[in-house]
C-alpha cells in the first residue's frame, strides 16, 4: 500500500545516503505493521531522438541514454510479428549516445528502443 501523507498524496522520500527516522502516525490504529518495505518508484526517461546514419553498407541507429537505465534496440521485419528480435546487446546508460550497429539491404526493418 502507498504511503501518503495527510493530504492524500503521495509521499516522496530523498535520502543523500546518511541516517535518516522515519516516522508513522494513525489516526485508529487498527493496523498490525510487522514491517515496511521502501521501494523506489519507477520513473521512465523523457523521449528520445533516434538518429541514423548509413556508410558502406552498415546502418548506426544512436541515441542519448540516462545513468540508471538499461537500453535494448529491437527489431521487426513485419509489424505484424507478435515478437520484436533483439539487435546487438544490452546497453546500460551513463548519459552519453550510444549506438547499435546493422547492415543494410536486409530489407524493411522497425526498430524500437526498450528502455528498463
Known amino acids: 500500500?502507498?504511503?501518503?501523507?495527510?493530504?492524500?498524496?503521495?509521499?516522496?522520500?530523498?535520502?543523500?545516503?546518511s541516517v535518516k527516522t522515519l516516522r508513522v502516525t494513525t489516526d485508529n490504529g487498527n493496523y498490525n505493521a510487522n514491517f515496511y518495505i521502501l521501494i523506489p518508484v519507477y520513473t521512465p526517461p523523457a523521449s528520445m531522438l533516434l538518429m541514423v546514419s548509413t556508410s558502406s553498407g552498415n546502418m548506426s541507429i544512436s541515441f542519448p541514454t540516462q545513468p540508471g537505465y538499461g537500453y535494448q534496440v529491437e527489431y521487426k521485419t513485419n509489424?505484424?510479428?507478435?515478437?520484436?528480435?533483439?539487435?546487438?546487446?544490452?546497453?546500460f546508460g551513463d548519459g552519453t549516445i550510444q549506438s547499435v550497429n546493422d547492415v543494410t539491404g536486409e530489407g524493411s526493418r522497425f526498430y524500437r528502443v526498450r528502455i528498463q
Request: aromatic share 4%; proline share 3%.
Open 1 to 17: 500500500m502507498p504511503l501518503k501523507d495527510s493530504g492524500g498524496n503521495l509521499v516522496q522520500i530523498n535520502n543523500d545516503g
Open 79 to 91: 509489424l505484424m510479428d507478435a515478437a520484436w528480435i533483439l539487435l546487438g546487446n544490452a546497453i
